[in-house]
T-cell receptor
Framework: EAQVTQNPRYLITVTGKKLTVTCSQN?????MSWYRQDPGLGLRQIYY???????DKGDVPEGYKVSRKEKRNFPLILESPSPNQTSLYFC?????????????FGPGTRLTVT | LAKTTQPISMDSYEGQEVNITCSHN???????ITWYQQFPSQGPRFIIQ???TKVTNEVASLFIPADRKSSTLSLPRVSLSDTAVYYC?????????????FGKGTMLLVSP
């Protein structure tokens, strides 16, 4: 089954404790992306990657890092989480090609930073 | 970056047709129009995309006038399970890739 998986689904942590949210897709998609969703603000893109070893900032990259060492994986790293990073996070992937806008989203990771 | 404007919310009843209109005055020549659906605490799901005129699939229809400055998503005979947020997006091109910018969407509430 074609899917994007994220782990963990729920995470409660404390300020400053480094964490990683994993994302993996099995569709051989080149493009992957991370979003955060907050009430009243919609979905905002954090980082995206066009292929292995190619990443770039989205609209809200501050406080986040990503890496793309393998095509299927795109982990999101919070080196020193803060309470304002409490949010619902989604990973997505998409095949390459102009005119293709069908992104596949993961189930989401609900992060709480206290 | 073409921005979109859509109503914040809409209400409907089961069995009715729902039309959600989106405005995108600055759409570029190569941009496509895409609609996504999102249920609470789930990731958005692709519904339909189009470039001009009309596109129809098993879920919805998308109407795009000749000037492409707006589009209308049409959901036939909605049910309670169609209650969700609907996003209208205009794609941006980055080389070989097309990226999307999500706005706040339209919250559709379907009542019995």
């Amino acid at each position: 089954e074609a899917q994007v998986t994220q782990n963990p689904r729920y995470l409660i942590t404390v300020t400053g404790k480094k964490l990683t949210v994993t994302c993996s897709q099995n569709m051989n998609h080149e493009y992957m992306s991370w979003y955060r969703q907050d009430p009243g603000l919609g979905l905002r893109q954090i980082y995206y990657s066009m292929n292995v070893e190619v990443t770039d900032k989205g609209d809200v990259p501050e406080g986040y890092k990503v890496s793309r060492k393998e095509k299927r994986n795109f982990p999101l790293i919070l080196e020193s989480p803060s309470p304002n990073q409490t949010s619902l996070y989604f990973c997505a992937s998409q095949r390459a090609g102009l005119g293709s806008y069908e992104q596949y989203f993961g189930p989401g990771t609900r992060l709480t930073v206290t | 970056l073409a921005k979109t404007t859509q109503p914040i919310s809409m209400d409907s009843y089961e069995g009715q047709e729902v039309n959600i209109t989106c405005s995108h005055n600055n759409i570029a020549t190569n941009d496509y129009i895409t609609w996504y659906q999102q249920f609470p605490s789930q990731g958005p799901r692709f519904i339909i995309q189009g470039y001009k005129t009309k596109v129809t699939n098993e879920v919805a229809s998308l109407f795009i006038p000749a000037d492409r400055k707006s589009s209308t998503l049409s959901l036939p005979r909605v049910s309670l399970s169609d209650t969700a947020v609907y996003y209208c997006l205009v794609g941006d091109s980055l080389g070989r890739y097309s990226t999307l910018t999500f706005g706040k969407g339209t919250m559709l509430l379907v009542s019995p």
